[in-house]
Every structure is written in structure tokens, then in C-alpha cells.
């Protein structure tokens, strides 16, 4: 065995034990290194990997703790080889590093918002959101996406579902036609088919979404949802020449093109191209954006910038469909933005995740997989012959938490894909033996 497994199994057995109780402090890798007299990097794959299972975590300059959430029957449970509870599973979709995200900052800045907070910040958030948030997402946009808007224009929901129910509720009445990107975002679909609405796939190449194939098929659609930065889930761009035949069909047939930002902060390759919403000159596009792969999922904080001409609208849909995020959360994630915080954390998970995803395709091709080349994102995408699905569910036996493109498909025929996220796999010896677990699982 390595002996940085070695030295996880031993710090694992203390807290089992009892020895090194939840919320304790783990010597520096410098020092636990001149203790056991290894080097330090052998110290930090030790504390990466148990991280990564969930039984350590990183509190920033703080140190490295036992996990609160580490409890007796928990230890008992992973000592016979399962997942501590709540702990991301291998290759987990949809999660961004959780060791990384600065916990302890995001503390300080919520316990200084419940000191200063008065009487009236007890009642109920504002329908649309609160102000503060509002003005620092459209400061973001600004300078990071060349989107300009006003503050009036941004409507705060409850997640990436809420906001596309708001914008259901605004614009759609049953029958209306929406283009859908196949393969694509899976979850999603059941807003619109619950709202009565024509769900029309539209097959996906190396340059995006085919808008010439949406227009001989369905031109008449009132809307079309696409994820154009970063395509989910193959993770493709759509092209300039594309986002410029999209305009002019919203323009000429009065459609309503809602753009999903997905994983636009996170590209590691190449010039971004711009968000069709800086293109949008006659003001048919609908921009949505969300804190889930940015910060983290349980945030629950998404945003709709809307047209103007539209805002009324929106707003009166929303006092009927309130902005349910708490008072508390909106106004510490205004202080993370307009304190710079959002910007350094931004920078910091691009090079995290630039060195885990090498980690990841490195020691998935040394097992002969044949991984997809991306230019950004958060999971991979990696070529299988035969039935993905069946593939998958030998996987998913085994405890990694793989998908099957063939799950994300409407009406779309194509090779079996199977996808992974990457951003939890915190250290080049994990993503090895990941990579053999898969192996060994699906051959």
C-alpha cells in the first residue's frame, strides 16, 4: 500500500476510534511530514483523499479539521467500506469542489450580517429579491460578461427550476413550441411539459445546438433554452454564426430565446465566446445564471435577467411566485460579490480545477479510456463501445456515480458516452484508483 493510504487508513482508524474527535485540528502537512518523516506532498494526498470521502475538511488559512458531521455510526459504516453520509460519491455529477469552497469567510460574513441585522430585515424578502443582491449581480455581469442591465431587470429565485417556472408563468401558455438541446439538461424538461408546453429536440454537433435543423423543423416555437457558453452535457460552445442565426429568428418570429449560462466561469482553453445576451440587440433573450456550480448547490440562489420591456411583467407574475431564498442568504452572497471574494474564489477553482481534471483524464486514458477532449466544465465526457446504460449500471453498483448520455437524450441516436464530474476528485493518486475502480467495474 502507498504510504500516503498508509497514513489515511491509520487517521481514519483514530477517529473511528474515538481518538481524534469531530471538529478537532490535524497538524499542519509540514508538520505531521517532519513528525512521520515523509514528504509533505505524501501528508497532502494523505488529507486530500480523506477530504474527498468526507471525513476531513479544509477551513482555508484555519487549518484541516475532523468533519462535524463525522458521527460513530458513520465510522462503523466506512470502516466496512461505504460513503460517510451526505459525502459526494465518486465522479458525482453537478457538485463543485466542496473542500475548496472558503467556509470560514463565508461564516464570518453571515455572523457580521446577524449582528448588524434590524428589526425590519425579519420580514420577508422581497418578491423579486433584495435590492443588494440585485445591484451586485448586475456589477458582476457587467464586467465579467459584457452584459449590461439594471438592477430592476434581475429577478432572484429559488434555483435554476424556480426561474424557469417564473419565466413559464410570464410568457408560455399550454401548446406554445420550445426548442430543447438533445442531448441535454434532463431535469429541466419536466417544467415545460408540466405547463403544457411542445418540447422540440433539437440534435446537438460540435458547434452547439443545430439551428438550421430547429428552423425546418419547428419555426414557429415560441422559445428555445440552450446553454451555449458550455454546452450540458457534451460540453461543446455554440458557435458565433449560430448565436447570430438565433437572434434574428427570435427577432423575426417574435420567440423568446432563454440562455443558460452553464459553467461559463470555468473554461480552461481558448478565448470565451460572448453570451448571446451581449449580442441581444432587438432584446429577445432571457439570461439565466446560477450559484450551484459556482459556490455550492445548497445555496439555492439563481437569477433571471430579463428585458426591459418585460420587467412589469415579471414582476407581477412574481408576487404570485415569490423569491423564497432567505433574507440572511441573499445579503451575505451580496457582501461575498461586492467584497471581491466571488472574483479571488472564481480564480483559485480555475487553477483547482484545471490540475483535477488533468488528474482525472491522465489516469482515465493510463486504464485505456478514451476521454473527449473539452475546453471547460466541471465533468468529462468519456467514449464507451456498446449500451452506455448497461455500462452504467455496472458502475453504479460499484458506487461511482457515473450517468449515461443516453439518459440525457429526447429523440437524438448516437455512441454510448459515459459522464463524471471531476471536481471532488482531490488528488492524483484518487483519481487513479478511481479510474481502476471503473475498469474494473464496466470490463
Known amino acids: 500500500m502507498p504510504r500516503y493510504q498508509q497514513i489515511a487508513r491509520q487517521l481514519k482508524q483514530a477517529i473511528s476510534d474515538g481518538e481524534l474527535l469531530p471538529g478537532s485540528r490535524l497538524p499542519s502537512s509540514r508538520t505531521m511530514a517532519h513528525e512521520l518523516g515523509v514528504a509533505r506532498a505524501t501528508v497532502e494526498n494523505a488529507y486530500g483523499e480523506l477530504v474527498a ?13 475532523v468533519s462535524p458531521s463525522v ?14 453520509q451526505g459525502a459526494p460519491l465518486p465522479f458525482q455529477m453537478g457538485l463543485p469542489a466542496l473542500d475548496a469552497f472558503p467556509r470560514a469567510l463565508w461564516a464570518r460574513l453571515m455572523g457580521r450580517r446577524l449582528r448588524l441585522q434590524t428589526p425590519y430585515d425579519l420580514m420577508l424578502p422581497q418578491n423579486n429579491g433584495e435590492s443588494s443582491l440585485k445591484q451586485a449581480i448586475a456589477d458582476y455581469l457587467r464586467f465579467s460578461r459584457s452584459i449590461e442591465c439594471q438592477p430592476e431587470q434581475i429577478f432572484i429565485t429559488a434555483g435554476f427550476q424556480a426561474a424557469m417556472r417564473l419565466v413559464v408563468r410570464t410568457l408560455a401558455t399550454p401548446g406554445d413550441g420550445i426548442w430543447l438541446e438533445d ?11 408540466d405547463a403544457g408546453m411542445a418540447l422540440h429536440p433539437v440534435p446537438v454537433d460540435d458547434k452547439g445546438m ?13 422559445f428555445a433554452l440552450l446553454t451555449p457558453a458550455h454546452q450540458s ?5 455554440l458557435s458565433l454564426a449560430r448565436r447570430h442565426q438565433l437572434l434574428e429568428w427570435a427577432a423575426a418570429q417574435q420567440s423568446w430565446v432563454i440562455e443558460d449560462d452553464y459553467d461559463s466561469e470555468f473554461r480552461y482553453h481558448g478565448k470565451p465566446l ?15 445564471g446560477t450559484f450551484s456550480k ?10 433571471l435577467v430579463v428585458p426591459q420591456q418585460q420587467v412589469e411583467a415579471f414582476s407581477q407574475q412574481a408576487r404570485v411566485l415569490p423569491c423564497t431564498v432567505p433574507k440572511l442568504i441573499q445579503q451575505t452572497l451580496a457582501d461575498f460579490l461586492q467584497e471581491g471574494h466571488f472574483w479571488r474564489h472564481l480564480k483559485k477553482m480555475r487553477q483547482c480545477y484545471s490540475e483535477r481534471r488533468v488528474w482525472l483524464e491522465t489516469a482515465l486514458r493510463s486504464e485505456g479510456f478514451d476521454v473527449v477532449p ?17 455500462l452504467v449500471a455496472r458502475a453504479r453498483a460499484s458506487g461511482l456515480a457515473v450517468q449515461a448520455l443516453s439518459d440525457w437524450r429526447i429523440a437524438s441516436k448516437g455512441e454510448g458516452r459515459i459522464l463524471m464530474c471531476f471536481t471532488n476528485v482531490a488528488s492524483q493518486q484518487l483519481a487513479q484508483r478511481f479510474a481502476i475502480r471503473l475498469r474494473q467495474a464496466i470490463t
Open 183 to 193: 442531448p441535454g439538461y434532463r431535469y429541466i424538461r419536466p417544467v415545460f411539459a
Open 274 to 288: 460572448p453570451p448571446i445576451k451581449s449580442l441581444d440587440g432587438p432584446e429577445r433573450v432571457i439570461y439565466a
Open 71 to 84: 458521527t460513530a455510526a458513520v465510522h462503523n459504516q466506512h470502516v466496512s467500506g461505504s460513503q460517510p
Open 233 to 237: 452535457p457534451l460540453g461543446v460552445a
Open 374 to 390: 473539452q475546453a471547460g466544465g466541471i465533468q468529462l465526457v468519456m467514449r464507451v463501445k456498446g449500451d452506455d446504460r448497461a
Open 210 to 222: 443545430q439551428i438550421d435543423y430547429a428552423l425546418e423543423h419547428y419555426p414557429q416555437a415560441l
Open 294 to 303: 459556482s459556490m455550492f448547490p445548497a445555496l439555492r440562489v439563481a437569477w
Open 53 to 65: 470521502q468526507g471525513w476531513l475538511e479544509r477551513r482555508g488559512q484555519a487549518g484541516t479539521f
